[in-house]
């Protein structure tokens, strides 16, 4: 099979187009046809140097799939060749990512892709899943609350975004001044450029001095820390990325703060199903580029472009 791989550790162009072994499902595990991939900024972070993750190269990235059955393994009933499915690959000491046609996966892990979606579209399961996490499980954002999202633009946060609406939540959400307009069309209440505004400061006035209930974090660096005297008392804030900085003041107001690193399930996938079948979240596709341009897809990883998802095509649909 096809596939881009990494042959060292180091920039973009560290991708090699080569013809790998396709492998063969065992207990549990399907073989699925990729159709599309999506790329996160994770993938960017293994490239440069994967050893945290017990990653070595060469080896295939990639952990965003939306794709079609090709073959089952022994003991698996739920699915069959044919079913559309996506799923998030685990990242872990796992060398054989989405970057290929095939991928190998554990059936467990693995949801009927949403029917009202296309493959491109559906390629989103990492940010989708990241953004739900943090959201509704750990936040459990309620109807009339007041939520900070700090990157609001970006593929987490436009998910972020969507959910916390879908909850009926008031929702503040930072981005810089290209991606005001984004912001607006995601249904953000009060959009905040970061870098002409103060969030902190807003999102006090938004709330008559009490503070939001909630704030979510995808940008990382000292932004909770930044953001706790925002925050009411008994509030609750929660990051994908490490925190920095002094963080006292949380226990001075009794506030929670959840880190939150994605786990592999399907249950959290099939949450996330109705609301994406519905249209009440819709992906924020940034670009679509063929497999073979993994390197620019990298490239704009490593920018920041901070506006949704990029996706690479790997079979037509």
Do not use: C
Request: proline residues 7%; without cysteine.
């Amino acid at each position: 099979m096809r596939a881009m791989v990494m042959t060292a550790f180091g920039g973009p162009d560290v991708f090699e187009a080569r013809e790998v072994e396709r492998p063969t499902p065992g207990p549990g595990q399907l073989l699925v046809r990729v159709i599309a991939s999506g790329t996160n900024p994770v993938d960017a972070k293994i490239r440069q140097n994967g050893t945290w993750a017990g990653i070595q190269p060469p080896a295939i990235l990639g952990y965003d799939v939306s794709g079609v059955v090709e073959a089952v393994g022994p003991g698996v009933e739920e699915f069959k060749p044919g079913d559309e499915v996506y799923y998030t690959p685990e990242i872990f000491n796992n060398p054989a990512g989405s970057y290929a046609e095939y991928n190998l996966v554990a059936a467990r892990i693995v949801a009927h892709k949403p029917r009202t979606l296309s493959h491109v579209e559906a390629a989103v399961p990492l940010a989708g899943g990241t953004a739900w996490e943090a959201i509704v499980r750990r936040l459990q954002v309620r109807p009339g609350e007041t939520i900070l999202i700090h990157g609001g633009a970006g593929g987490v946060g436009s998910f972020a975004v969507q959910f916390a609406k879908a909850a009926g939540a008031r929702v503040l959400a930072t981005a810089g001044t290209d991606n005001q307009a984004t912001l607006r069309e995601l249904g953000v209440d009060v959009p905040i450029d970061y870098r002409t505004q103060d969030p902190y400061a807003i999102a006090l006035s938004e709330t008559d001095g009490r503070g939001v209930d909630a704030v979510f974090d995808t940008v990382g660096g000292d932004l909770i820390v930044r953001s706790l005297t925002a925050t009411r008392p008994f509030g609750r804030l929660a990051s994908i990325l490490g925190v920095q900085g002094d963080l006292t003041p949380a226990y001075l107001r009794n506030q929670t703060l959840y880190g939150v690193f994605l786990t592999r399930e399907r249950a959290r996938l099939e949450e996330m199903r109705p609301l994406l079948e519905r249209g009440q979240v819709r992906p924020l596709i940034d670009a679509v580029l063929p497999l073979a341009q993994v390197a620019q897809a990298h490239a704009r990883l490593d920018s920041g472009h901070g506006r949704g998802k990029i996706v690479l095509r790997v079979a037509e649909e």
